[in-house]
């Protein structure tokens, strides 16, 4: 490796390999309120803001779920913070907990090079949360196979339908309940 390359900082052990220093996760919201995603959430609505957290170096705010569409669009559209890119929306099922199901939004600011996630706590009783297609028409695959492996429904989206199963698909495989070999 080069000097002052890609080690980005991290010392290196015996065998010139990186080690990347771990230091305990900060969950407390009033710790992170510098951070410029979280502030500019903040001062829009505190109440979309649920919860966040900074472990290894990686952002994360937890959405109210009536709320993701318009944190999107101002993280999106803010110039302190411009997170002009959605990189990935992906699902997490937590089954047997509740709430079960955390929809995934992967956002990246190519000006300022920082990523952001937001993340969306939905109950097993009402798996839904809305689109956010009008913001970033990427999403609109994402979103069919987070329908599609999941069955969480994003309501207004234009052409929501499964994207890899077969429409007579019965459930949704990614689910953690679903059988091992299919339905029979």
């Known amino acids: 490796m080069e000097e002052g390359g890609a080690g980005l900082g991290y010392s290196l052990d015996a065998k010139g ?21 979280v502030a500019r959430l903040r001062s829009w609505s ?25 944190a999107c669009v101002i993280l999106r559209d803010d110039p302190g913070c411009p997170f002009n890119y959605l990189s990935d929306v992906t699902c997490v099922d937590w089954y047997p907990s509740q709430p079960r199901f955390e929809v995934v939004y992967e956002l990246l600011s190519i000006p300022k090079k920082e990523r952001v996630r937001l993340k969306v706590r939905l109950d097993n009783d009402s798996p839904t949360v809305e689109s956010v297609t009008s913001v970033w028409p990427s999403a609109n695959y994402f979103e069919r196979e987070v329908f599609d492996l999941f069955g969480i429904r994003f309501t207004g989206h234009p052409y929501l339908r499964r994207i890899q199963m077969p429409e007579d698909w019965e459930g949704h495989p990614l689910r953690k309940d679903y059988p091992v070999e299919g339905y029979r």
């Open 17 to 37: 390999r990186g080690l990347v220093p771990l230091s305990a996760a900060i969950t407390d919201l009033e710790a992170l309120k510098d951070h410029p995603a």
């Open 46 to 70: 505190s109440a979309a803001v649920v919860g966040a957290k900074f472990d290894r170096e990686e952002m994360t705010i937890y959405i109210e779920r009536s709320a993701i569409r318009d």
